[in-house]
Structure formats: C-alpha cells, structure tokens
C-alpha cells in the first residue's frame, strides 16, 4: 500500500548550554545542560511510504552521501527494531542551514521517526523511541518530545518539560560552520571538566518562571562562546556587535555554534536587522519561541 504525507520539522534554540563533564558511560559523550526552545523556522519533508515491499531508499532536494545520510540511518534503525520492511521515498525542502547549532538534521529525523511509528501503529513505544532516538542525534530525543521547550540533560535524552515562553528571535548565521564533534574536541582543550560553574536544574527552571529577560541575558549562558575568538571569529564579532546593540535585551548563541540569535526591546528593530545582516551575505531570518 502507498502511502504520502508531508511534515514540517521546526529548528531550536539552545537559550542556555553548559557542558557539565565526559559522560560516564558513553564513551566519545559529555553530559549537558541546556534548555531548549523549538522555534518556527522549518525544513518539509515530503513522504511517500510503500509496506510490504522490499527495503528501498531515496532522498531527493538533499545531497548527501548515503553513510552520512541520518535519514537513511534513522530508516535502518526503524526496520531492524521493528522487523517491518517496507520502501521509503523522501524529498526534503531544507530552509534550516546546515552544522548551525539548529538541530535541523535531529529534527528531520525526530519527525520521521514519528511519522513511521504513527504509521505503523506504534510498534515502538514513545518512551523507547526517544531514549533509543539519542544514538542516532544526541537532540533527537527532544525533537521526538511533545515539549515545545525543555531543560535537556544526559546526553539530550533527559527532558523536563518547562512552560513555553512566546518570544521573537533574530538569527543570523554567518559562513563559518562549527561541526558539532570538532567543537566539543576543541571545548575539552580550553575548558575545566566536571564544569565547576554549571547552574542546576533547580536554578535554571526558577529564572525560567521568574520570566526577567535580563536576568535570563546574565545568567543564562553557552561554553561554546569559549571557542569563537579562535575558531569563528566572525561569528564573535556578530555576537559582540548585538551585546552592545542599544535594543537588544539578550543575545547568545545556539548549540555548538554558529547561529547567533538576539532578542529586542521594539518589534520594529527586528526587520531592519534582518536586512542589514542579509545585505552582508549572512544567513538571516526572524523565528518565534514555539508555544502549547
Ligand atoms: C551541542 C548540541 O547541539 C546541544 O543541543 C547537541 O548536543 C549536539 O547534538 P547532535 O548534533 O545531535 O550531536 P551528535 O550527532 O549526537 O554527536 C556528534 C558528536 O558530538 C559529540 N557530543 C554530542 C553530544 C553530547 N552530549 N556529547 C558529545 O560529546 C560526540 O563527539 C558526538 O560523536
Ligand atoms: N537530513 C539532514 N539534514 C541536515 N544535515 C544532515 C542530514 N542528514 C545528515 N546530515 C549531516 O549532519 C550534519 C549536521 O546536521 P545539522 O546541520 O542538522 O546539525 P547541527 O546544526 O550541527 O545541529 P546541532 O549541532 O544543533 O544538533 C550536516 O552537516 C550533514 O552533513
């Protein structure tokens, strides 16, 4: 039986992202804390499922080589955990740039995952599906949650669920791509591990709720930043350019990099913004924090 669906897949924001130290047990791993924000910037998937047919791959509007293709492991992974073959079709739409700390290739998958899973009447159970998920994408496991925004540890498979903050970002990403393995390698070399200065959960969630944007702005913080006068600087001079921004109230960066995001005092700076950066050849656009 053929079967077509479409999906959009949202990008996030890490608002906050400490590296607490190497992972215990997963060697290559650190553990996190972070908080998340899924947000309105969206790639499309364009499906087409055929059962009962024999194991049968293609992507199309996407280069990439086959063992890199997480798509393609995310199909391995589905058929070999669920003994079901069937022939799967894709044309991905990407609007979510690549290696820019956005998790668009963990939210592809994320919603795939469930795509399949719905389809074939949850074989996997959800709670399975997320912790499994982590292996494939340490983000996936958030983007396979129903939660717009989250406090993530372990490696990004320990979600707890914080209310949604309606918020307007810019983001602007430079050329310079930070690919996620080369930035935690070089992290290690620069920072002390376990993290003395890491902020508890605890902590984290009351700045949340308090809802004071300034003190989100001194508070709230990335150890990726650590990195960029080395190895981005562009990417440095556009976050300190926005800290200095008379409008902006709170800036960071996303992820390992290299998406900077800030949010303004008046609606009206974020356009203007955009173009400015735009006219300079940057990837530049304005999304939304995502809400229940
Ligand atoms: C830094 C974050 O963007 C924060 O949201 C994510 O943790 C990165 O997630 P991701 O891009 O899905 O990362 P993965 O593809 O799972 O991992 C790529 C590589 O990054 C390193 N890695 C990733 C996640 C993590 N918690 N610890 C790590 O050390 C590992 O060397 C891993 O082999
Ligand atoms: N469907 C896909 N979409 C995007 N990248 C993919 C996909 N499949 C494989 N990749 C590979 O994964 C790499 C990183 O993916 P992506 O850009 O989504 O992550 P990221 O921006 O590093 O996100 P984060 O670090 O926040 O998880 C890409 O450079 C690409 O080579």
């Not at 999906?7 to 996190?32: C, D, M, R, V």
């Not at 290739?105 to 899973?117: D, K, R, T």
């Not at 926005?242 to 409008?247: I, T």
Request: glycine content about 6%; charged content about 15%; aromatic content about 10%.
């Amino acid at each position: 039986m053929l079967h077509t669906m479409t999906i959009i897949t949202p990008a996030k924001l890490n608002l906050h992202l400490q590296i607490l130290g190497s992972h215990p047990s997963l060697s290559g791993y650190h553990e996190l804390r972070s908080i998340m924000t899924k947000i309105s910037l969206y790639d499309q998937l364009d499906i087409t499922i055929e059962s009962a047919k024999a194991e049968h791959y293609v992507l199309k509007g996407f280069v990439i080589d086959k063992e890199k293709d997480i798509l393609y492991k995310a199909y391995r992974y589905f058929m070999n955990r669920t003994n079901i073959t069937f022939s799967l079709e894709i044309t991905l739409l990407k609007k979510i740039p690549q290696q820019a700390g956005l998790g668009g290739g963990s939210s592809n998958v994320g919603s795939l995952l469930i795509a399949l899973n719905n389809y074939f009447n949850n074989p996997i159970p959800a709670t399975i599906l997320c912790s499994e998920s982590k292996i494939l994408g340490a983000d996936i496991p958030f983007f396979i949650s129903s939660h717009n925004a989250a406090i993530v540890e372990g490696i990004g498979e320990i979600l707890t669920p914080i209310p949604g903050k309606k918020m307007k970002f810019l983001l602007i990403k430079p050329e310079e791509d930070m690919p996620t393995p080369y930035a935690f390698t070089t992290l290690r070399k620069q920072m002390q591990l376990p993290n003395p200065h890491a902020i508890t959960k605890h902590a984290l969630s009351n700045i949340w709720s308090a809802n004071d944007i300034s003190q989100m702005q001194r508070t709230f913080s990335n150890d990726f930043t650590i990195i960029l006068p080395t190895q981005h600087p562009e990417t440095y001079s556009i976050l300190n350019a926005l800290r200095k921004h008379p409008e902006a109230l709170w800036c960071g960066m996303s992820g390992s990099g290299t998406t900077i995001f800030a949010l303004f005092k008046s609606d009206h700076i974020y356009e203007s913004e955009m173009l400015q950066y735009q006219s300079m050849g940057y990837f530049s656009t304005i999304a939304e924090t995502l809400i229940d």
